[in-house]
């Protein structure tokens, strides 16, 4: 299965918006079947960004599965790529260089666009 960054960046958002204390379970995110989400969810799990994963199967089938909380460093790059704006720049810039759609360039150029936006705000301050 192909990884999707928009996909990762809709399943951090629900986490954050839905967890509170325990797992969140067969976590739904509009457009996308269980199994899409779930494979997502698994390799979250695996760059660090969620606190855990479980799948649950049944007849070599997935049944259910349970995410944990953001970590710090999931709750770190969703604060970065949340705002629609932020994003979108943060793509085009990607798509405009050929970078590939990786997590690590992901953080870094998202970082970037933070950066200019908030050097341009304190310019806009003296």
Same mark, same amino acid.
């Given at each position: 299965?192909?990884r %999707?960054m928009?996909?990762?960046?809709k399943?951090?958002?629900e986490?954050?918006?839905?967890y509170?204390d325990?797992?969140?379970?067969?976590l739904?995110?509009?457009e996308?079947?269980?199994?899409t989400?779930t494979?997502?969810?698994?390799?979250?799990?695996?760059?660090?960004?969620?606190?855990?994963?479980?799948?649950?199967?049944? %007849?070599?089938e997935?049944?259910?599965?349970?995410?944990?909380?953001?970590?710090?460093?999931g709750h770190?790059?969703?604060? #970065?790529?949340? +705002?629609?704006?932020?994003w979108? #720049?943060? #793509?085009?810039?990607?798509?405009d260089?050929g970078?590939?759609?990786?997590?690590d360039?992901?953080? +870094?150029?998202a970082?970037?666009?933070?950066?200019?936006?908030i050097?341009?705000?304190i #310019?806009?301050?003296?």
């Amino acid at each position: 299965m192909k990884r %999707d960054m928009e996909l990762i960046r809709k399943i951090l958002i629900e986490i954050e918006k839905q967890y509170i204390d325990v797992a969140l379970y067969n976590l739904k995110v509009e457009e996308y079947d269980l199994k899409t989400v779930t494979y997502h969810c698994k390799i979250l799990y695996e760059a660090g960004l969620i606190s855990d994963y479980s799948g649950f199967y049944a %007849d070599d089938e997935l049944y259910s599965f349970g995410v944990g909380s953001l970590t710090w460093e999931g709750h770190e790059f969703l604060d #970065k790529i949340r +705002e629609d704006k932020i994003w979108n #720049k943060t #793509k085009q810039v990607m798509k405009d260089k050929g970078i590939p759609f990786i997590l690590d360039a992901v953080k +870094e150029i998202a970082t970037s666009v933070v950066d200019g936006m908030i050097q341009g705000a304190i #310019k806009g301050m003296i």
